[in-house]
């Protein structure tokens, strides 16, 4: 089958379902596509918006323009990729994913804005607040106190310190992090990640939880312990963002996962 007609097929299937809910086969086979070549980001952005266009009302829709917004964001198309994100911070499903990526936008705005002192200083700040209150710094390079989720950024200078006679250039080197990200703040290399390869995880079971929830089991691949999470719920950095009949669709502050499961209950 012709690269034409196996993106044709896919885009079928994606409007299946779309008037009576969650269009799980569609989005699932989106998945697959993605999953199969992440590099193919055009064909791939026109899929996710297929799907989003054809399911106005499924549930699902946020994560795929989440999934486009990235492949946007991967193809050098930034001014597409960024509002998507922004409008998506206050989502209930797909706001870990945004966050993250508009954190890692910020942090390079915090970044920018520490040169601009260090041109002024040969030094950087002990502490952020000191780029805000600098005279020669205008109020459009202040940087943000805190990151996406609301957190200060986790700033601290680095170097020579703790070096006898090297004192003085104790503010020649810095580290900063989203303390969300930690070692997958930097955008850039955040962009070279296999995708969703860090979220280590599978579902092993599902099981009714308190008030009708449904509690779906999952055991990390480096732990014979079991992490319990319900729809919406967090645990160890990673969201439930949906439990369907035949999918279940994780994320963390990076990518989305889904797995095929439909366990015995």
Not at 51 to 59: H, I, L, R, T
Not at 124 to 153: M, R
Not at 201 to 222: E, H, R
């Amino acid at each position: 089958m012709s690269q034409r007609l196996a993106l044709g097929a896919a885009l079928v299937l994606i409007g299946l379902q779309g008037a009576f809910g969650a269009n799980e086969a569609g989005f699932l086979e989106l998945w697959k596509n993605h999953e199969r070549d992440p590099s193919r980001h055009e064909d791939l952005i026109a899929q996710c918006r297929k799907f989003f266009e054809a399911n106005p009302s499924d549930p699902l829709r946020d994560a795929a323009k989440s999934l486009e917004a990235w492949h946007l964001l991967a193809a050098g198309k930034d001014a597409e990729a960024w509002p998507i994100f922004e409008s998506q911070a206050g989502s209930q499903s797909a706001a870990r994913v945004a966050k993250g990526w508009l954190s890692r936008r910020d942090m390079q705005k915090v970044a920018a804005s520490l040169k601009l002192f260090y041109r002024e200083e040969i030094g950087f700040p002990k502490e952020l607040a000191e780029i805000s209150t600098h005279p020669k710094i205008p109020a459009e390079a202040h940087p943000s106190p805190t990151d996406a989720f609301g957190t200060p950024w986790k700033y601290s200078l680095s170097g020579f310190e703790n070096l006898p006679g090297f004192e003085s250039f104790g503010n020649q080197k810095y580290s900063l992090e989203c303390v969300e990200l930690g070692p997958l703040s930097d955008l850039k290399e955040s962009l070279k990640l296999r995708y969703a390869d860090q979220i280590k995880i599978k579902p092993v079971g599902i099981q009714p939880g308190p008030g009708g929830v449904t509690i779906v089991n999952f055991q990390a691949a480096d732990s014979k312990g079991v992490m319990m999470m319900g729809e919406g719920q967090v645990a160890k950095g990673i969201q439930l963002a949906y439990v369907g009949q035949g999918i279940l669709v994780v994320s963390d502050a990076t990518h989305w996962k889904v797995f095929s499961f439909k366990p015995k209950q």
